[in-house]
């Protein structure tokens, strides 16, 4: 199975996401699966990511987004990590023709709190904008029942949680 995880910033020092989603690559690694993650962002002075395949593009280079293009294209499965951020908006736009199972974690992000305080109006345009992309998600996982309760991301997808 080709995963592709795209994180709009990867990097140890981020903490929480990024760590955590290398500890998920290695496990689907040692599972036979062929993982990539591709970010906008990278940690320059710690690459070692235990062998995991990373690759910073930025989204403002046609040609990083042909490639892109393509790396969606080749997927099995995609794993969308955030969601306001200008890379995963443009990431789950190109996905739209993929046939690739899609998977959002949005980590707090659409949260109704979060929403209507930092960025409102951005934040605002940003789901306008995607709400029709949002309907080819298959899945939301959240991290926590309050997550979910407090999210703002339309119910008809599958919701998969964390066990703790």
Same mark, same amino acid.
């Given at each position: 199975m080709k995963i592709l995880h795209l994180i709009p910033n990867f990097s140890k020092k981020m903490g929480g996401p990024s760590t955590s989603l290398i500890g998920t690559?290695?496990?689907q690694k040692n599972l036979g699966s062929n993982v990539k993650v591709i970010t906008a962002k990278i940690d320059e002075n710690n690459k070692n990511f235990q062998n995991i395949n990373v690759k910073k593009i930025s989204i403002f280079n046609l040609q990083n987004l042909l490639e892109l293009k393509k790396q969606i294209q080749q997927a099995d499965l995609i794993h969308f990590h955030s969601f306001f951020n200008l890379f995963i908006i443009v990431v789950i736009i190109l =996905?739209? /023709? =993929?046939?690739a199972k899609k998977i959002i974690s949005p980590r707090g992000t659409v949260d109704k709190y979060n929403i209507n305080t930092k960025k409102k109006l951005l934040k605002k345009i940003y789901y306008f904008l995607t709400i029709y992309f949002i309907k080819k998600i298959n899945a939301v996982h959240y991290q926590s029942i309050n997550e979910f309760k407090n999210s703002d991301i339309p119910s008809e997808e599958? /919701?998969?949680f964390l066990k703790t």
């Open positions: 690559c290695v496990a =996905s739209y /023709t =993929s046939k599958e /919701t998969l």
